[in-house]
């Protein structure tokens, strides 16, 4: 059987894997989907605790967490859409993608 404690562990280790390479990465696209990874371990957090949440009046979960990582998942999408745009500006601008190499705001 499956438990809360076993998705929150899973979610925790996505959630520190993904903190690891955004801090330990140069690389402007790994640090993006390190970021990724965050978020969708946040995401599981909340649908276990929406799946094990359980109304005392009608006795079903309670899926309100549920609708709130769909729309969490569509800004990821526009996340993703900007940040590889601006990835790809950066990298004909400086024909570089690590984070060291970019030091000025200004193309």
Do not use: C, W
Not at 27 to 43: F, Q, Y
Request: charged share 10%; proline share 1%; no cysteine.
């Amino acid at each position: 059987m499956i438990t809360l404690g076993n998705y929150l562990t899973v979610s925790a280790m996505l959630f520190t894997i993904g903190f690891a390479g955004v801090m330990l990465r140069r690389n402007i696209v790994i640090i993006l989907m390190s970021l990724e990874l965050m978020l969708n371990a946040a995401n599981l957090s909340l649908v276990a605790f929406s799946r094990f949440h359980v109304d005392l009046r009608t006795s079903l979960p309670n899926y309100n967490a549920q609708v709130f990582v769909f729309f969490i998942i569509t800004v990821a999408a526009a996340e993703v859409a900007v940040g590889l745009a601006l990835i790809v500006a950066l990298y004909r601008a400086r024909r570089t993608t690590h984070v060291e190499d970019l030091t000025t705001l200004k193309f």
